[in-house]
C-alpha cells in the first residue's frame, strides 16, 4: 500500500470520536462541493444536448433536504469508522490486484441489485409518499438533485452500505474505487444533459452501463429504469424505458424531453 495510504489509515484508527467527525464533515463536504461544481461544468460544457428542460430556480426545499443528506451522510461516515476501529467491519489492506479488481466489481454488482430492489420497493403507493417522493418532486433534475433525498432514503442507502461492507470484508481500494464511481453515477444521472457519446448505447457491453439520460428518464416516468450503475437489473426484470434508446438519440440531437415527442409515460 503506498505509504500516504498507510499512514492515513494508520491514523485514521486511532481517531477519537471528535476528530472522526471532524474528518468526516471534511470528507463530505469537499464531495458536495466538489460535486456541485464538476456538475454544473458539466451541464455546460454539454448544455447542447439537453435530456430535460432547464429546471426551476433553486427553492428553499431543496437546500434544506440537501443539507439534511450532507449531515446525514456524515454521520453514516463517523459509523463506518467506528465500527471499523471496533472490529466490526472489517476491510481487506491488501494490494492484490486481482482482489481489487474483484472486490470492486462485486461491490457494484451487490449494490446495484440491492438498489434496484429497494428503489423499487420505495416505489411502493404505500412507501413511495413517506420516503421516496421528495426526490421525485424534482422533475428536472441539476446537480443538486442528486443531494435533494428524503432522510430517510439517505439513511436507509448508508446502512445498506455499511450492511454490505460489515458482511463481506471488501480490500480498501475497491472501497474507495467503488464511493467514487457511486458519486460519479449519481451526478451523472442528475446534470440534465447528456455527455455520453452517441455511440454509447450501440456499444456491446458498454450499453448496459447506465447514462444521464437513463435515471432522467426515471424522474419524467417513474414506472421505469429503477437501476443506478447498470441496465441489467431493468432489462431482466423487464423495467427499462421502453423510449430509452430514442430519449438518448433525442437528447445527442439537441432535443430535450418535453419539447420531443411525447411518449409513453
Ligand atoms: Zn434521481
Ligand atoms: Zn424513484
Known amino acids: 500500500m503506498p505509504k500516504i495510504f498507510e499512514n492515513f489509515f494508520a491514523e485514521l484508527e486511532q481517531m477519537s470520536l471528535l476528530e472522526a467527525t471532524t474528518w468526516a464533515i471534511l470528507e463530505n463536504l ?3 462541493i466538489v460535486c456541485l461544481i464538476v456538475g454544473h461544468i458539466l451541464v455546460r460544457r454539454y448544455g447542447d444536448y439537453p435530456i430535460t428542460e432547464t429546471p426551476d430556480p433553486i427553492s428553499r426545499l431543496e437546500i434544506l433536504f440537501a443539507t439534511s443528506c450532507v449531515t446525514l451522510n456524515i454521520v453514516v461516515t463517523v459509523v463506518g469508522i467506528i465500527t471499523w476501529q471496533n472490529g466490526i467491519i472489517h476491510v481487506d489492506f491488501g494490494m492484490n490486484p486481482l482482489r481489487i479488481i474483484f472486490d470492486t466489481i462485486l461491490l457494484i454488482f ?3 441489485f440491492a438498489m434496484y430492489f429497494f428503489h423499487r420497493m420505495a416505489h411502493h403507493p404505500r412507501l413511495y409518499p413517506l420516503i421516496h417522493h421528495t426526490h421525485h418532486r424534482f422533475e428536472n433534475p441539476r446537480p443538486l438533485t442528486l443531494f435533494v433525498l428524503n432522510p430517510f432514503e439517505t439513511l436507509g442507502f448508508g ?3 455499511l450492511l454490505v461492507i460489515t458482511v463481506y470484508p471488501a480490500n480498501w481500494l475497491a472501497i474507495i474505487i467503488y464511493l467514487t464511481l457511486n458519486i460519479v453515477f449519481g451526478l451523472v444521472g442528475h446534470i440534465g444533459v447528456e ?3 452517441d455511440a454509447w448505447v450501440n456499444s456491446p457491453f458498454i450499453r448496459y452501463i447506465s ?3 437513463f435515471h432522467a428518464e426515471h424522474h419524467f416516468d417513474d414506472e421505469h429504469n429503477f437501476g443506478f450503475y447498470t441496465l441489467i437489473w431493468d432489462r431482466l426484470f423487464g423495467t427499462i424505458s421502453p423510449d430509452y ?3 438518448f438519440s433525442s437528447a445527442r440531437q439537441g432535443i430535450p424531453h418535453h419539447q ?4 409513453s409515460s
Open 195 to 197: 455527455p455520453m457519446p
Open 159 to 161: 446502512t445498506l452500505w
Open 260 to 263: 420531443g415527442v411525447e411518449t
Open 245 to 247: 434508446l430514442d430519449d
Open 211 to 213: 447514462t444521464s439520460t
Open 30 to 32: 469537499i464531495i458536495f
Open 110 to 112: 451487490a449494490m446495484d
